[in-house]
């Protein structure tokens, strides 16, 4: 059987990394070169770009394929596409949801029309977090080149749109997420926006963190309604129907990462970020004498950046090693693949198959230090074992 991911969601992305590591081969059906440049490459995974129709899709697929849609929750389109041209070729369909979350509080509306309705009677200023697929219907909105703040992906082709559409420089935000509580609240502060505009995009589409950062500034929010309720498998569930149905098994375990201990006193080291994993590694870096540089895009509660720009390659020059804990996948990646070039260490937050080396859980004690990793997946074992590795060490500071 045939296996095709129609995808452009963090869902389909980390299918994609369970089925590589379990040997598998897919199809990956992406609509922008930008879905393309933000999945890395895999073993078994082919990538396609470019939006189809139902005719297209029928010609890829046949009745030997099994399809997955783990498109976007609000693309009904793509998805009602999808599902007539699975029927048209006898292809198996199932489809990986993204559970919705409550939202108590919220103002929510059926759709973008609704939504401008909305906004043309409340009259106040707004931050849309919509993206740029429905832009123009939000020039509808009374004095909106004044009033509204989209935030869209950082690409030539949608600032472009941007700009046709009539939406001053000044007011758009072109930022690739997730982003934190802490970055969707600066941005509310920043724009003075009154109304935070949003989908429900589930827990990986960042959802909880708009909602929190809008009650901490004390705004509205205006919520678009899903298009449809709908049937299907959450990852987990999608992960083991694929196990059974395609006869995974379980990816030999990878060497485990040698603990090379080395003096970091007086090094260059360079981290890129300014959210909570950059301020943790950057701080222990600094704990063990490194001369750190931290550059970010901005300054954040968590950390404030040494440089507050986007990363350069010179940023590199003489560096011992280097973190990569961007809230950009593909920044990150262009980080990793630039240290590999150059022979620099790299530890990449969202990426342990991207790492050269894999950032420890440090503990301290009595003038001993242990580091604990794992193999890039045991994440709530290292944190355990590194809780009680810290517990014994803390007892021989108590010792006689």
């Known amino acids: ?7 452009g969601t963090s869902e389909g992305h980390a299918l994609c990394r369970f089925l590589s590591a379990r040997g598998a081969r897919a199809a990956v059906y992406v609509a922008t070169a930008y879905g ?5 490459p895999m073993e078994g995974i082919s ?11 029928a010609a890829a697929l046949d009745a030997d394929t099994l399809v ?26 199932e489809r990986l949801i993204r559970p919705a979350l409550d939202a108590d509080g919220v103002q929510t509306v059926p759709d973008t029309a609704a939504a401008v309705a909305w906004l043309n009677a409340n009259g106040q200023s707004a931050l849309l977090t919509t993206g740029s697929k429905e832009l123009a219907a939000y020039t509808a909105v009374e004095r909106y080149q004044e009033r509204l703040f989209p935030r869209v992906l950082p690409s030539a082709e949608v600032l472009r749109t941007c700009e046709q559409l009539g939406f001053p420089g000044a007011h758009i935000i072109a930022m690739q997420g997730p982003f934190s509580h802490e970055l969707n609240a600066a941005l ?12 429900d995009t589930g827990a990986s589409g960042g959802f909880a963190e708009k909602l929190s950062a809008a009650r901490e500034v004390g705004v509205a929010v205006l919520c678009i309604a899903r298009p ?18 395609l006869g995974l098994h379980e990816p030999a375990r990878a060497p485990l990462r040698f603990p090379l201990f080395v003096s970091l006193v007086g090094k260059r080291c360079v981290v890129f970020g300014a959210g909570k994993i950059a301020a943790r590694r950057a701080g222990v870096l600094r704990r063990f004498g490194a001369a750190v540089r931290v550059i970010a895009p901005e300054s954040r509660s968590d950390l404030s950046p040494d440089e507050c720009r986007g990363y350069e390659k010179s940023d590199l020059t003489g560096a011992f090693l280097a973190v990569a804990a961007t809230d950009d996948h593909a920044v990150n990646r262009r ?13 990449v937050a969202d990426c342990a198959a991207r790492s050269s080396f894999f950032f420890p859980a440090v503990c301290e004690g009595r003038g001993l230090v242990a580091g604990v990793v794992s193999d890039g997946r045991e994440h709530t074992a290292a944190a355990a074992a590194a809780k009680r590795i810290r517990a014994a060490l803390e007892e021989l500071d108590g010792a006689d």
Not at 1 to 7: A, C, E, W, Y
Not at 189 to 194: I, K, M, P, V
Request: aromatic residues 4%.
């Open 1 to 7: 059987m045939r296996l095709v991911i129609f995808s």
């Open 36 to 40: 393309q440049q933000v999945l890395e």
């Open 335 to 347: 980080i990793s693949e630039d240290c590999a070039a150059q022979g620099i260490p790299c530890s």
């Open 188 to 199: 509310l502060r920043q724009t003075g926006a009154r109304v935070l505009v949003t989908k």
């Open 47 to 57: 990538v396609h770009t470019g939006r189809l129709d139902t005719g297209e899709m």
């Open 68 to 93: 997955i849609d783990a498109t976007h929750p609000y693309a009904a389109v793509v998805s009602g596409n999808l599902r007539a041209a699975c029927g048209q070729t006898g292809a198996a369909y």
């Open 228 to 245: 449809r309720a709908e049937q299907g498998k959450t990852l987990g569930e999608m992960q083991d129907y694929l196990t059974d149905t």
